[in-house]
């Protein structure tokens, strides 16, 4: 019906754009960090030619992400960071989703909307609302020290500064990061809830099983998808994040890989040690994202959609 | 008279999967011919082709003689209605049906008048401003055969086009659209997999099977004479056995049945070797079981279900074949019960020799050089047995 | 015969509320109340301290933890002594900055990704399973590996593209088109063929099939992507920072995080309140025109689906 050539004419500006702004970039860091540095300067100098690459400074990185390296303990820092947080996003998100895709009828609309309104403002901003609340003399500290869940906090060892949120506690950064990403874990995780047929939890209703049983072995297995999806889509940019914990924290104690490579470009300049841990972290995040594919064919062959 | 369809070796394969293998079929000028199958018989690619969506991978579409498989179907004088109707849904019922017409650049007075006639055909004046999700499926079953009739295609191919309506507007449509095609006198393709529509409506019917044509003829002779195991099969239910045929005399095959002996005075009559024979629900009669004559062979009832108009006896034979006898309810109580033993009659002129099982019948119609019928039969579906209006 | 009714009427009550009681144990998923508390909790939580900080734009005085009475200074006042969010040279620059990239990403991204939706979803031919497979990358690419690709870019290979407005504008649209391509693509696929096939089937050459019937088909989903175009860009930060050349392509997200650095004021929140009432306009704009265009197609849910949809 339509010409041959017409797809792909459409699809070329798209796809060159991608190209020259989303792949060809990624050579510029690969080139930067394989390349050399000014020693006068401190400049990068890229090396375009892979004949000339030079790997010593991926090497260094890799060396001191070793334990004792100087990237080990932001290293495991992140990583506690995001499985912490991913773990309260799980936490709070699954029965919110469970609830409003199964149980709330009249009031499921209203939910609907106020669970996608934070998708709507700024990220920046609910950070922001978060510095104004746990300020000191701030609702939420006032609200805290009023009822003693700060010393209860302080002597559980959750934070180490009962009156200062905002002086470089992990426990900031955590809820700070649940905050910010729960809504993108909520929304997928709600979206394959949903689509459960309800005839297959009055199957197993009918067959004998427990509601508890019913939930073990046919809601949870089969939201499986969505709480996978949701998962990556929070893990990935929390891996990357560093306004987080600069906005809530600003601490180095609190600093995750994201401020690392921040540092390098924005603070003391040696660009090419933050292309370098640039390069690490997203083959690292490669990884995770093809374990993730993997997983998805795998149940996509077990369920039918 | 324009209108006329040839369809010429026609082949389509997708990929590995051959959709449409080496069809001839030759509709003529007004016919209401149908296209009937299950679902992935090649009759929707078919008519896809002849309507220009799917370009064919070997073969011939002729309309009124010029071949135009490659032809796109913005070009060809043929209109299609839909199985989903695809009415845009964006545009009121008066745009959907004058979007053909302002494509060929009609004056807005012409366009006016010619959709006004085409919703007068089909009752649904005063609907114009309507949008197609504001109408019952019958309704939008209606602009889409407006749309498609207001351009006065030579030729309309309709796909499944009363698939998505229940059963008694379907049986209602089923009437309209057959008075309708009298009335507009163009050549309507339909493809159903519905038998009873196609037998209803149908001046001819080509039965289709994995991608060939089995059988084409009249609604009465693919229906009472079917030429396959696949056709008798597939229209109505037939009881079909396995047999030796050993030739016949005057007309007649004798057969035998495991250790029964019939004789069979329809189809390949003269023929022996293994064989089967075919024979209709409703020919077969049941008499007492010790009644006692040429093709009566004894069973016993082994389920009797109640239909409304009639009763299915399902009776065991001796050789292990189950033959079902179809009894008219009229009124009085059947006297055979789940147990009795009977005798099944079953008529040697209701009695179908078969011979094949695969090859599929050539529609001779259509190889070139042979002229096709001057006339069609007008046997709108009168002595169909399957009519129930 | 009273006082049996009541002690009847008193077993039954004391019976129900146990039978209650004992299902919620037995069975805390099947009656919601414990869901339904945290659900709420959660709502709460997730958009009071954002009201807190509407609220606090509008404090008669310097704190943001006080509450010292109701003023609009923040936004209007011309004092020099107050950066009012209106008139403050820094706060003014940032809000016309971000509207402008905003503005110009709608422009460039969704063009160029409606093409690409509908040559992806189409096309069937050598590379369109790479090119499947490359637009789904920005979604999932962290904004810093994308900030330190775009800078390094910018700085070594493309040095044509000057820091500041035109690197942020060619940002913004590279993470902005795959979103342009999911939507218009879903809707695309929900569409179908079918009509195209009709137009065709009406005699309709295939631009016009194109513009006729597949282009106000999708419009719903142009505008649709648009707005979130519009809401993403807006919201962006990172790759605002990385590509910016310092103080006059500041954007208000990176003028609210240089605030939290420092010492956030009312008008911190102000201008956040200003940049988030914009976006929900937007996107609430973007909801009515969708359900204008796709008014009476039947079989769709309430405006809060939609709403809802628009967050997916």
Redesign the interface.
Same mark, same amino acid.
């Given at each position: 019906?339509y010409p041959r050539w017409l797809w792909p004419a459409f699809a070329l500006p798209g796809v060159v754009w991608l190209l020259i702004l989303f792949v060809l970039p990624f050579y510029a860091v690969v080139g930067v960090a394989f390349g050399s540095v000014d020693p006068i300067l401190l400049t990068a100098v890229p090396a375009w030619n892979p004949a000339q690459w030079n790997f010593g400074w991926v090497t260094q990185v890799l060396t001191e992400l070793q334990p004792g390296g100087i990237y080990w303990d932001v290293f495991v820092r992140t990583l506690e960071y995001v499985l912490l947080s991913l773990a309260g996003c799980v936490l709070i998100g699954y029965p919110v989703a469970y609830y409003i895709s199964r149980h709330a009828s009249r009031t499921k609309s209203l939910l609907l909307i106020l669970l996608v309104l934070p998708f709507w403002i700024s990220y920046l901003m609910r950070m922001l609302a978060w510095i104004n609340l746990l300020s000191p003399g701030g609702y939420a500290e006032r609200f805290l020290s009023a009822t003693h869940i700060n010393d209860l906090l302080f002597h559980l060892g959750v934070v180490s500064d009962p009156n200062n949120y905002l002086g470089g506690e992990s426990f900031t950064v955590i809820i700070a990061l649940i905050y910010g990403y729960i809504p993108y874990f909520i929304l997928p995780l709600y979206a394959s809830l949903d689509r459960i047929d309800r005839s297959h939890l009055e199957a197993a209703r009918d067959l004998g099983a427990s509601p508890w049983r019913a939930f073990l072995h046919v809601t949870l297995p089969l939201s499986r998808t969505g709480l996978l999806g949701g998962a990556v889509l929070i893990v990935l940019p929390m891996f990357g994040d560093y306004y987080t914990p600069n906005i809530v924290s600003g601490a180095p104690t609190t600093s995750m890989i994201g401020n690392q490579i921040d540092l390098y470009f924005h603070g003391g300049p040696q660009p090419t040690i933050g292309a370098a841990i640039t390069i690490l972290l997203s083959l690292f995040l490669v990884l995770l994202m093809g374990y993730y594919m993997w997983t998805i064919h795998r149940a996509s062959r077990d369920l039918p959609a | 008279m324009a209108g006329e369809v040839k369809v010429v070796d026609l082949v389509k394969r997708f990929g590995e999967v051959t959709a449409v293998d080496g069809i001839n079929l030759h509709m003529p000028s007004g016919e209401f011919f149908s296209m009937l199958g299950p679902s992935g018989c090649g009759k929707t690619t078919t008519l896809r082709m002849i309507?220009?969506?799917e370009q064919p991978t070997e073969g011939q579409i002729l309309l009124d003689g010029d071949d135009m498989a490659f032809t796109?179907?913005?070009?060809r004088n043929?209109?299609?209605v839909?199985q989903?109707y695809?009415?845009?849904?964006?545009l009121s019922v008066y745009d959907n049906v004058a979007?053909?017409l302002k494509?060929?650049k009609r004056p807005k007075s012409e366009i006016r008048e010619r959709v006004g006639e085409a919703l007068d055909l089909v009752q649904l004046q005063g609907l114009e401003k309507r949008?197609p999700?504001?109408m019952s499926g019958g309704q939008q079953q209606r602009v889409a055969l407006a749309?498609?009739l207001v351009?006065k295609p030579a030729v309309l191919l309709l796909d499944e086009p009363l698939g998505a309506l229940d059963a008694k507007l379907r049986k209602q449509l089923q009437i309209e659209l057959k008075a309708l095609q009298q009335q507009v006198g163009i050549t309507f393709v339909y493809v159903t997999h519905d038998q009873e529509e196609a037998l209803t409506m149908s001046d001819r019917i080509a039965v289709m099977s994995e991608g060939r044509v089995e059988q084409v003829g009249p609604p009465q002779e693919v229906y009472e004479e079917p030429t396959t195991t696949f056709v008798a099969d597939f229209l109505g239910v037939s009881n079909l056995m396995t047999a030796q045929a050993h030739g016949g005399s005057n007309g007649r095959c004798r057969v035998t049945v495991g250790e029964f002996e019939l004789f069979a005075a329809q189809g390949e009559t003269a023929t022996t070797g293994d064989t089967k024979i075919v024979i209709r629900p409703e020919r077969v009669h049941l008499e007492p079981h010790e009644a006692a004559g040429e093709n009566r062979v004894p069973g016993m009832v082994e389920r009797v279900v109640y239909l409304g108009n009639a009763n299915q006896v399902i009776v065991g034979l001796a050789n292990g074949d189950k033959v079902q006898a179809l009894v008219q309810n009229t009124g009085e109580e059947l006297t055979y019960k789940q147990g009795d033993p009977v005798r099944v009659y079953m008529p040697a002129d209701a009695l179908r020799v078969l011979t094949d099982t695969g090859t599929a019948p050539i529609d001779e119609d259509a190889v070139p050089g042979i002229p096709p019928p001057t006339a069609t039969e007008p046997m709108a579906g009168e002595g169909s047995p399957n009519v129930s209006v | 015969m009273s006082q049996a009714v009541a002690t009847g009427r008193t077993t039954t009550q004391e019976f129900s509320t146990w039978r209650r009681l004992r299902g919620w144990v037995g069975n805390p998923w099947g009656k919601p109340r414990f869901l339904v508390v945290i659900t709420w909790t959660y709502i709460v939580w997730s958009i009071a301290p954002v009201l807190v900080a509407i609220q606090f734009s509008f404090n008669d005085s310097r704190s943001l933890t006080v509450w010292h009475g109701f003023t609009t200074k923040w936004y209007t006042s011309t004092s020099p002594a107050i950066n009012s969010v209106f008139h403050d040279p820094g706060l003014r620059g940032a809000l016309q900055q971000s509207m402008k990239l905003a503005f110009l990403d709608v422009v460039i991204a969704t063009p160029i990704g409606v093409l690409l939706a509908l040559g992806l979803a189409r096309w069937r031919g050598r590379g369109s399973g790479g090119a499947n497979f490359l637009m789904l990358f920005p979604l999932v690419t962290p904004e810093i590996v994308m900030g330190v690709s775009l800078l390094l870019l910018f700085s070594h290979l493309l040095t044509v593209v000057p820091f500041g407005t035109p690197a942020q504008v060619l940002g913004h649209v590279t993470f902005s088109i795959s979103y342009v391509v999911v939507i218009v693509r879903g809707r695309l696929f929900s569409i179908g063929r079918?009509?195209e096939?009709?137009?065709?089937?009406?005699?309709?050459? =295939?631009a016009?099939?194109l513009y006729?019937?597949l282009f =106000?088909?999708l419009l719903p989903a142009i505008v649709a992507s648009a707005a979130i175009v519009f809401a993403i860009s807006i919201d962006d930060f990172v790759i605002s920072q990385w590509l910016s050349n310092g103080a006059n392509t500041t954007t208000v997200p990176m003028t609210i995080y240089n605030a939290t650095r420092a010492t956030p004021q009312p008008s911190t929140d102000g201008i956040a309140t200003v940049i988030m009432v914009i976006t929900l306009a937007a996107v609430i704009g973007g909801v009515l025109v969708f359900r204008f265009?796709t008014r009476?197609?039947?079989?769709r849910g309430s405006a809060i689906d939609d709403v809802a949809g628009f967050g997916i």
């Open positions: 019906m | 309507a220009g969506f796109p179907p913005h070009k043929v209109n299609t839909f989903s695809a009415l845009f849904p964006h979007f053909g494509r060929q949008k999700a504001q749309r498609a351009l | 079918s009509y096939e009709a137009a065709a089937d009406l005699g309709a050459a =295939p016009v099939a006729r019937v =106000p088909l265009f009476g197609e039947g079989g």
